[in-house]
């Protein structure tokens, strides 16, 4: 059994903050005077170093950062690859079916999605962050 086989693999909800994020071209401390008064960028590089990260603090997180906080919980970037890689090397197709294994749709499709929704986020932070300024 290979280290991603390895059934209760735990996901690293700190990091995933951290690389939707970064996805999304968000600084520390954007993300942190978003959550309030009572955060900086100190905290919020503490929390993306947390493996599980307090369900309200996560579902703010998710809020702001305009991500399912499922999406947080759970994504496994090195399942991500195994999926997509063998998405895209399975040659096999003598039953004219594709087989996603673990999840029901089509990966590419909801990256695609999410990705979309990471620019659309992108451009909302821009736009406040530029009231802001303008104040």
Do not use: C
Request: a negative charge; aromatic letters at 6%; charged letters at 25%.
């Amino acid at each position: 059994m290979t280290h991603t086989d390895t059934p209760n693999k735990r996901i690293h909800q700190g990091r995933n903050i951290k690389r939707f994020r970064e996805m999304l071209g968000i600084k520390q401390e954007a993300l942190a005077f978003e959550l309030g008064d009572n955060w900086n960028q100190k905290k919020i590089s503490l929390l993306e170093q947390t493996e599980t990260v307090e369900k309200q603090v996560l579902e703010q997180v998710a809020k702001i950062l305009n991500v399912p906080a499922q999406a947080i919980e759970s994504f496994d970037v090195e399942q991500a690859v195994n999926i997509i890689t063998n998405t895209f090397n399975t040659h096999d197709q003598s039953n004219g079916m594709n087989v996603y294994p673990t999840f029901h749709f089509n990966p590419l499709d909801k990256m695609v999605e999410l990705y979309e929704r990471m620019l659309q986020q992108q451009q909302e932070m821009i736009e406040k962050l530029e009231r802001l300024i303008e104040k």
